[in-house]
């Protein structure tokens, strides 16, 4: 959490506050700083603090994209193209505000670890209470080769064909159907909420191996998780445990939501189980699922 439609609901939010505007002061919190003394890589991976603050300095916000879970930032700075890549992790938040006490909720407040100043006068405020979010300033993708493994976007028309090539890779035929449509070499952007869901309303059970699934019945249920992600990015995306959208708005699906946490299941009434597939707990049904 967050997975591709909290993601798509972040940078929609951000494209027209941010987009066209420079970045003129650069401020990181002292936890990342202390954290770097003590050798480690708090949320800024891959730079030196020093160097992450000086290139972004004097740099504009050209475009703001999403691709999978991760936010890219195209950045152009002296006719020279950046791009700043931003994935939330499980906690991760924007705000675009005058000043950083405008921040309500206090969790938030209290874990805010990059700020860039911009040309408006406004503070564009990166949050993260857990500090498993990471921003990676490059030149572009090939300098992070794990960006080049993505598959395509699920909405791209090359994307079916794509789930079930991979599908049928030794190295997933023996795997849970809910561990491979949540790895994202095999479909971008499905993670543990949406892949329940889906499963769920395709009768599927979490833990059934590829290879004892049709290919008829995977092309039917990769289709099902596009119409999940689409349902999900049409009302905010799930606002689950710390999700928000820049600012603090939350979003709706979380009531939309049939299997996902859920006791009892809504079709026939009886209790719900769980189990742990690809270090994730699976809610689903025992007897609408197989």
């Known amino acids: 959490m967050p997975e591709l439609p909290e993601v798509e ?9 941010a987009t066209g505007k420079t970045i003129e002061e650069v401020t990181l919190s002292t936890v990342l700083e202390v954290s770097r003394k003590a050798g480690k890589q708090a949320i800024i991976k891959g730079s030196e603090l020093t160097h992450f603050k000086q290139e972004l300095v004097d740099a504009k916000i050209i475009q703001i994209v999403r691709r999978s879970k991760y936010i890219y930032f195209h950045l152009e700075k002296n006719h020279k193209n950046l791009l700043l890549v931003n994935h939330l992790g499980m906690t991760g938040a924007w705000f675009y505000v005058h000043e950083t006490h405008e921040i309500t909720e206090e969790k938030f407040r209290k874990h805010i670890h990059v700020i860039f100043r911009l040309n408006d006068g406004m503070l564009l405020v990166y949050a993260d209470i857990r500090r498993f979010g990471e921003m990676r300033l490059l030149e572009s993708e090939e300098q992070f080769p794990p960006l080049l493994l993505m598959a395509p976007e699920p909405f791209d028309e090359s994307a079916r064909d794509h789930f079930l090539d991979m599908s049928k890779l ?32 395709m009768n599927i059970h979490p833990a059934r191996k590829v290879n004892r699934i049709s290919q008829k ?18 009302v905010g995306g799930s606002s689950i445990s710390d999700y928000r959208n820049i600012n603090g708005e939350a979003g709706g699906m979380q009531h939309r939501l049939q299997m996902y946490g859920k006791k009892q299941c809504p079709h026939c009434l009886i209790p719900t189980k769980q189990r742990v597939l690809g270090g994730r707990n699976s809610w689903y049904c025992p007897s609408c699922q197989r």
């Not at 449509?181 to 499963?199: F, K, R, W």
């Open 9 to 17: 609901g972040v940078v929609n939010s951000l494209k027209p506050v």
């Open 170 to 201: 030794v190295k997933y035929q023996n795997k849970s159907i809910k561990e491979v449509i949540m790895d994202g070499q095999v479909i971008s952007g499905c993670g543990n909420i949406y892949a329940t869901e889906a499963l769920f309303r």
């Open 217 to 234: 019945r995977l092309s039917e249920l990769f289709h099902t998780v596009v119409v999940v992600l689409n349902e999900s990015i049409l």
